[in-house]
């Protein structure tokens, strides 16, 4: 079992950028899949970016596609989101997700954080 803890996020303007981290209790860290997704207001979770147990293999939604870069330090048990040129529409709650497998799909993921707002001024 892992638990995960986020931090990073905040307030910000359009075109700022913000870097998430979510840290993880255990010690099988390495083994797990990690991923990114947001939630905003009556909208529903949605993938924003994932990396492989080895940080070998990333991928991202669209909407996020060169502006966002996930990456993870085993040694640390952490993995972190940096985000860029971040845009009103990137207001959401912020989750990490932990799985074996891993994947695009939020029920893909066993195990989450509690999530940390980001919010993106126009």
């Known amino acids: 079992q892992v638990q995960l803890v986020e931090s990073g996020g905040g307030l910000v303007q359009a075109g700022g950028s913000l870097r998430l981290s979510c840290a993880a209790s255990?010690?099988?860290?390495?083994?797990?899949?990690m991923g990114w997704f947001r939630q905003a207001p009556g909208k529903e979770r949605e993938f924003v970016a994932a990396?492989?147990?080895?940080?070998?293999?990333?991928y991202y939604a669209d909407s996020v596609k060169g502006r966002f870069t996930i990456s993870r330090d085993n040694a640390k048990n952490t993995v972190y989101l940096q985000m860029n040129s971040l845009k009103p529409e990137d207001t959401a709650v912020y989750y990490c997700?932990?799985?074996?497998?891993?994947?695009?799909?939020?029920?893909?993921?066993?195990?989450w954080g509690q999530g940390t707002q980001v919010t993106v001024s126009s």
């Open positions: 990396i492989s147990w080895s940080g070998g293999n990333t």
């Open positions: 997700a932990a799985d074996f497998d891993g994947g695009i799909h939020y029920y893909e993921y066993d195990y």
């Open positions: 255990g010690r099988t860290f390495s083994s797990y899949a």
